[in-house]
Each structure stands twice: as C-alpha cells, then as structure tokens.
C-alpha cells in the first residue's frame, strides 16, 4: 500500500463493527494529512435489510470521526453524508486514493470513470480483503463481519422479547 496526503472512503457504518475499524485503520495508516469519508444517506439504504434497525446517519458519522480520531488524532477529518456512490470523489481534485474493500472495487472503478469525464486524475485505488478466523476457504459472504448480521441480529432478539412479554 502507498502513503498519501489525501485518502477518500465511503460506506453505510452501521454498528461500527471490526471490519469497519479495519477499513478505517488501513485508511489512517495510508493516510498523512486528510481523510474524506462519506456515510450513506438515509435516501440511499431504502432496500437494506432490517432497516429499521439501522443507526441514525448522525450516529454512524459520529462513531466514525470518533474511531478515526482515536486512532490517529493529527489527521483532518471530512466525514460527510453522501447521496450517491461518488460523494466528493468525483469533486474533490486534492484525492490521491480511494480505500475499498473487494465487495465495492466495482464502486472505486466507477468512480475513477467519471472523475475521468471530470478531467480529474484517476484515484489509486486500495484494497482490503475481506477478514477471515482462518486460512480455510469458505464462502466468504457467510463469515463476514457484517452489519446486516447484526441488524438481523438485533431483529431476533425484539422478536424472542415480543413474543415472550406476555410470559411471566
């Protein structure tokens, strides 16, 4: 990985959860000077499962700016809503490079295409892996961390208590 002054991000942040500060923590390391990180906007998780059980978009930005700051306090943090998959990528001409992980490279493609209709150079774009206990090859998809787990998760458990509240 290189070293930049100027690191870019995106994501949803819900229940900030290990490969969250993983993601993050890379981003920091790679990064000298600035972070910009966009946050999904509300508008943009109509389709995710077990909404109703997503944190406010306030909350995750500021469980965000707090893990970043906490793990590297001298950089500047830009941690800022998005309403699409570019947020101030596709605007911003001091970024050098994008952090992803291998579920949204599509997404840093995309970006760097339109930067390019911009005529803004193209960001390098920096992967991180998804995280497994073990060397065994598994289905990846099922040994994620992932915050749709946990919103499902969380949905169990007000279903077990609903239907136990009548129980005494």
Request: charge should be neutral.
């Amino acid at each position: 990985m290189g070293e930049y002054q100027d690191v870019a991000l995106g994501g949803t942040f819900d229940h900030l959860h290990a490969g969250h500060k993983i993601l993050l923590s890379m981003t920091a390391w790679i990064t000298n000077h600035r972070v910009v990180c966009g946050v999904t906007d509300d508008s943009m998780l109509k389709t995710k499962k077990f909404k109703e059980f997503m944190e406010p978009l306030d909350d995750r930005i500021k469980a965000v700016e707090r893990f970043l700051h906490t793990f590297k306090r001298k950089l500047v943090l830009e941690v800022v809503p998005i309403h699409d998959i570019y947020g101030p990528t596709i605007t911003d001409n001091k970024l050098q490079a994008l952090m992803v992980s291998k579920e949204t490279l599509k997404g840093g493609a995309a970006v760097n295409e339109e930067r390019s209709k911009r005529n803004l150079s193209p960001l390098n774009i920096e992967v991180i892996n998804v995280i497994s206990p073990t060397e065994i090859q598994v289905d990846e998809v099922s040994r994620k961390i992932s915050s749709t787990y946990i919103r499902q998760y969380l949905s169990e458990q007000a279903q077990d208590l609903a239907a136990h509240a009548g129980i005494i």
